[in-house]
């Protein structure tokens, strides 16, 4: 064990990095909600910035653009947009737990304020833990049933390109 006594120093700066998390936290909420109000999905299940149509936002998962297949968080910029624009048919089918983790995001915006106006106190690390390790779960328990289609389409895609190379 350290017997050493912790500085005045040690803890303003321990403070200050905390509080820093929290300004962090809320700015990507709001950067969050601010996109998902002015992007918009196109029928081609592209999302662009609205009024720019013409030039889609690049996929941004690695897993679905190197290996074809979709990852647990494939469809949430989708869902937060169609849940911006009141599409809520929309937001379910490209992914169930899109609500859920958009009302996290917007928890964060009261949350994080309150905090920092030290209107209250944040909640215990072992809760957020839970919190986390729980969004973790269900995004795997969603995820995890889908496995079995895309990887019988990723077969018949090889097949079809296996079969394309033997005319050639």
Do not use: K
């Amino acid at each position: 064990m350290n017997d050493q006594p912790i500085s005045a120093a040690a803890v303003h700066s321990d403070r200050g990095m905390f509080r820093n998390h929290h300004w962090v936290m809320l700015a990507v909420a709001v950067a969050v909600v601010v996109a998902a109000t002015v992007l918009e999905v196109q029928p081609e299940e592209r999302v662009a910035l609205r009024g720019l149509s013409r030039y889609p936002l690049p996929h941004l998962c690695m897993s679905r653009s190197l290996l074809g297949l979709s990852c647990p968080g494939c469809g949430l910029t989708r869902s937060f947009v169609y849940l911006a624009h009141g599409r809520w048919q929309e937001a379910w089918r490209v992914h169930r737990l899109g609500w859920l983790l958009a009302g996290l995001v917007l928890i964060q915006l009261p949350y994080r304020g309150m905090i920092l106006a030290r209107l209250m106190r944040p909640i215990s690390s072992r809760a957020a833990q839970w919190l986390a390790w729980g969004l973790v779960g269900l995004m795997a328990a969603n995820w995890l049933p889908t496995l079995p289609c895309q990887t019988n389409r990723l077969i018949r895609m090889a097949d079809q390109s296996q079969a394309v190379h033997r005319a050639d």
